[in-house]
């Protein structure tokens, strides 16, 4: 019988890995966009996930968004 616990503990969005492809619908912002900020070192550091596939920790796009300037109305 197989008791790994395989839900996610409250506060650790750190270990939550977001894939490229997902990023879009996550940020309104496109792939050329988010490639672009990449090229540009203005954007979160990927992890290699594997050969070829990448993704981003949630609490690194997290502390991202937190630092983009706010919009005054």
Request: hydrophobic residues 35%; charged residues 15%.
């Given at each position: 019988m197989?008791?790994?616990?395989?839900?996610?503990?409250?506060?650790?969005s750190q270990r939550?890995?977001?894939?490229?492809t997902e990023?879009?619908?996550l940020l309104g912002l496109s792939l050329p966009?988010?490639?672009r900020l990449r090229?540009?070192?203005?954007f979160p550091v990927?992890?290699?996930l594997g050969q070829q596939a990448i993704?981003?920790?949630l609490a690194d796009i997290e502390e991202?968004?937190?630092?983009?300037?706010?919009?005054?109305?």
């Open positions: 197989n008791n790994q616990h395989t839900s996610t503990p409250a506060g650790s939550l890995v977001i894939r490229r990023l879009p619908a966009t988010i490639d090229a540009q070192g203005r990927p992890r290699r993704g981003f920790l991202w968004l937190a630092t983009r300037p706010t919009v005054a109305h």
